[in-house]
């Protein structure tokens, strides 16, 4: 319970992962697939948080770094995407990454952007879930896990399938252009709080 607790904490607060989850939902395409895929991103960072390398980004501020310029950049044109999507007036076919009709290929790419350039994922699952879960006795420590992983679980298939159920009212068009303007804005402030991190880090690190 301690370990579904915290693992709901870290991963209901909306990210640039969630947004793709609910946008694949909207669409109604391969929202179960991303669902998955990022429920599996979830599990191998989890199990290497909490049973091993949890100190790994810590220990290594350059490797932290140059993630967070990566996801500033992505995250930047991911956001210009989907606020010019809202302003063309976006509908059911319009996607963040700008493509009419995104392939599969296109979306999984997006996915593992979002996920693996993206700092927070890292510090949420190796940093913090990691070194709470390090402290416990073995067998605590699978159930903790366990626990992490049921609550990502939870989640990402419970808003790939609400964001489905409720796609007929969130493909209206005047709605889809308040969520693509939500998407983009959501976008944007968090890739000024990673370039603002990398800011500091740049600033505080030894010449």
Do not use: K
């Not at 063309?88 to 990454?97: E, Q, V």
């Not at 593992?112 to 067998?139: C, F, K, M, R």
């Amino acid at each position: 319970m301690q370990g579904f607790a915290l693992g709901m904490a870290t991963i209901v607060p909306l990210g640039p992962q969630n947004v793709l989850v609910m946008n694949q939902g909207i669409r109604r395409q391969y929202h179960v697939l991303i669902a998955t895929l990022c429920l599996l991103s979830d599990i191998l960072l989890i199990m290497v948080g909490v049973f091993g390398s949890s100190a790994l980004l810590t220990r290594s501020p350059v490797l932290l770094q140059c993630v967070t310029l990566a996801g500033v950049a992505f995250l930047a044109v991911y956001g210009f995407s989907a606020l010019r999507n809202a302003r063309r007036g976006g509908g059911a076919g319009a996607s963040p990454a700008g493509a009419l009709h995104p392939t599969r290929r296109r979306v999984i790419i997006t996915m593992l952007a979002v996920t693996w350039l993206n700092p927070h994922v890292y510090l949420d699952t190796l940093v913090v879930l990691g070194s709470i879960g390090g402290q416990l006795e073995p067998v605590a420590r699978r159930w903790f896990a366990i626990g992490t992983m049921g609550a990502s679980l939870v989640w990402f298939y419970g808003l790939a399938m609400l964001s489905s159920r409720l796609a007929p009212w969130l493909n209206q068009g005047r709605v889809q252009r308040v969520i693509q303007l939500f998407v983009g804005v959501v976008m944007w402030l968090v890739a000024l709080q990673l370039a603002r991190q990398a800011w500091h880090m740049f600033a505080g690190a030894p010449l």
